[in-house]
């Protein structure tokens, strides 16, 4: 008992049962000998630390106990057999221990005792938390016919306290139904579970249903399951041609592209007008033209068949003639023809301007260098009349128009 306990006469062992009993209280808050601890939490698996401090010391040593009132450490001495528990500091004011590989069974109230007349002691709680185990979703076993009903249910096992689950549709948060908590048999652990009911449409079909456990001893986030979705639905049609303008001459074919889950198999081309040119094959989901001809122009419906409904769609097929230019072409060269023609009348309206401007100037000057030559007795005269004019003249001015 003494080798288990770390007490070292009957008489410490009276002082320790007597002190066991002995409140916090019966020691004021400035007492420099009395233990200092705190609460720890840890989940399964992981490693607590035990601390316990006072502020002075008579020589006495410090203690730690287990749930059980087992001695786990008595100053840098081991009282218990259990490698899991490992002395990390003993001085006469601290003593510091781990509990690696914590289990369930860990959780509760650990004392710390000081051996000084009368004893002191501290308690700290270990609460360990149960690890919820990963969810678990089932009700994807069939696929959904579009507008039915299914109902999902995910359960996780294992927590302590009690998981919170949460339901995605992607990446967007849905509403289940209320948590189910049950409390497992012979485990201090619970099992959560909850529902979620869908009606589902086309859009779901392969949307990531997801379950995720939401609980504190999670350290990176929340746990999840995902799973896609199927959902039955009848096929939407479109018919894609294979070019926009078709020529005369040329081999040409639509395409009936069936949109489902699952994919429609069967396909049926109809003309609306009449029955299907002869020169028109069908190839499951292809209508092929040889040669297209004028004859050819009319309304093409295909019908898509999956199996858990049809769609249809018609397409207008009209013919073009190979040495008509094709409408976009034909309205860039109008376009151009356009620019081109006022850039011309631009340019025609500046030259007869210019023309205007140049002629105007060219009179002018004429008419200023034959003035005063009319009334010269001779050449000379005229000319120097010309250059120079005479001061008593009245001034003669021509203008060309």
Not at 72 to 91: H, M, P, W
Not at 257 to 273: C, L
């Amino acid at each position: 008992f003494f080798a288990l306990t770390g007490l070292h006469s009957f008489h410490d062992v009276v002082l320790f049962l007597i002190s066991s009993n002995l409140s916090l209280s019966c020691c004021p808050d400035d007492d420099p000998f009395q233990p200092v601890t705190q609460d720890e939490t840890v989940a399964v698996g992981g490693v607590v630390t035990l601390t316990c401090n006072v502020k002075e010391n008579d020589n006495s040593s410090l203690q730690w106990s287990n749930t059980a009132q087992q001695t786990l450490y008595f100053g840098e001495k081991r009282a218990l057999r259990d490698n899991r528990i490992q002395l990390v500091k003993s001085t006469g004011t601290e003593l510091i221990i781990t509990i690696s590989d914590v289990q369930l069974s860990d959780d509760g109230e650990y004392t710390c005792s000081i051996f000084t007349m009368p004893v002191r002691t501290a308690r700290a709680t270990v609460t360990v938390l149960g690890v919820p185990g990963k969810p678990v979703i089932t009700g994807f076993e069939d696929a959904i016919q579009e507008g039915g009903k299914v109902t999902l249910t995910c359960t996780s096992s294992g927590s302590k306290p009690p998981a919170k689950l949460h339901w995605y549709r992607d990446q967007e948060e849905i509403q289940g139904r209320p948590d189910v908590v049950e409390s497992n048999p012979d485990e201090p652990t619970y099992t959560v579970t909850s529902e979620l009911t869908l009606t589902v449409t086309r859009n779901d079909n392969n949307a990531l249903i997801a379950c995720a456990v939401d609980h504190p001893s999670i350290a990176n986030g929340d746990k999840r399951t995902e799973r896609p979705i199927s959902v039955l639905f009848s096929p939407s049609v479109s018919i894609q041609p294979e070019s926009d303008l078709p020529r005369e001459g040329e081999k040409f074919f639509l395409q009936c592209v069936g949109n489902g889950n699952p994919e429609p198999t069967a396909f049926v081309w109809r003309r609306k007008d009449g029955e299907l040119p002869p020169m028109a094959k069908v190839d499951d989901a292809f209508l092929h033209f040889e040669s297209l001809n004028k004859s050819d122009n009319g309304i093409y419906e295909c019908q898509a068949d999956n199996g858990i409904g049809m769609g249809d769609v018609t397409h207008t097929l009209l013919v073009q003639d190979p040495t008509v230019m094709s409408t976009p072409l034909g309205v860039d060269h109008a376009v151009i023809g356009g620019v081109v023609a006022v850039i011309v009348f631009i340019m025609l309206c500046l030259l007869i301007v210019l023309g205007r401007y140049l002629i105007r100037h060219k009179g002018t000057y004429l008419t200023h260098e034959a003035k005063g030559s009319d009334d010269a007795p001779d050449a000379d005269t005229a000319i120097i009349n010309a250059e120079g004019g005479h001061s008593g003249m009245d001034d003669k001015k021509e203008y060309f128009i």
